[in-house]
């Protein structure tokens, strides 16, 4: 059974950082690539980042403009973890984020589908 | 960025009843279109992807249709675990993708 357990997550200050963590249970993780999406409470859901799988040392990594240049995802395949450093978070930060495994290797063709979510974890960025 | 707009943006229906959900996007996605449930503090769960194919362990009598930029999401015999948030994604400008704005099924 898939299982995908997301932490980091808590109240930081604008301009401060946080790193969320995804292990990943249940599947090859190497082989696939994964997503983090957002959500506001209440409110509809936001692609963020992604990464590729595969046998790389140097897998593709994408951004969704509102964070690019701030946020940095990356994976420990040893450790079926993958995590998304945020920097200098800003209020329109806030929101729970989801890990997503994508049905795929990579993350630039057409069709990419996320076929497990886990949980998700709250960020608050407020003084 | 290609927009995806869903209609409408809840509804109201009884159990029993045929649901219809429609997502258009701002530009010609082909069949590169996914739907997802997500039930009230859940995480979502892939219903449709490819436009029309049925993910595994998802009840036939939910259906998807459309190409280019319209597309339909129908639940047919609306049962009391439908009752939730259903979301559009293309997947044409990966890795850009995006979602609809959701539609909320609720019980009239």
């Known amino acids: 059974e898939v299982h995908l357990l997301e932490s980091g997550g808590g109240l930081v200050q604008p301009g401060g950082s946080l790193r969320l963590s995804c292990t990943a249970s249940g599947f090859t993780f190497s082989n696939y690539a994964m997503a983090w999406i957002r959500q506001v409470p209440g409110k509809g859901l936001e692609w963020v980042s992604a990464i590729g799988g595969g046998v790389t040392d140097n897998p593709g990594t994408y951004y969704a403009d509102s964070v690019k240049g701030r946020f940095t995802i990356s994976r420990d395949n040893s450790e079926t973890t993958v995590f998304l450093q945020m920097n200098t978070l800003r209020a329109e930060d806030t929101a729970l984020y989801y890990c997503?495994?994508?049905?795929?290797?990579?993350?630039?063709?057409?069709?990419?589908?996320?076929?497990?979510w886990g949980q998700g974890t709250l960020v608050t960025v407020s003084s | 960025d290609i927009q995806m707009t869903q209609s409408p943006s809840s509804l109201s229906a009884s159990v029993g009843d045929r649901v219809t959900i429609t997502c258009r996007a701002s530009?010609?996605?082909?069949?590169?279109l996914n739907w997802y449930q997500q039930k009230g503090g859940k995480a979502p769960n892939l219903l449709i992807y490819?436009?029309?194919s049925l993910e595994s362990g998802v009840p036939s009598r939910f259906s998807g249709s459309g190409s280019g930029t319209e597309f339909t999401l129908t639940i047919n015999s609306l049962q009391p675990e439908d009752f939730a948030t259903y979301y559009c994604?293309?997947?044409?400008?990966?890795?850009?993708?995006?979602f609809g704005g959701g539609t909320k099924v609720e019980l009239k």
């Open positions: 490819g436009a029309s």
């Open positions: 994604q293309q997947s044409y400008s990966t890795p850009l993708i995006t």
């Open positions: 530009r010609s996605v082909s069949t590169y």
């Open positions: 997503a495994k994508t049905a795929g290797e990579n993350f630039n063709g057409f069709g990419e589908r996320l076929d497990y």
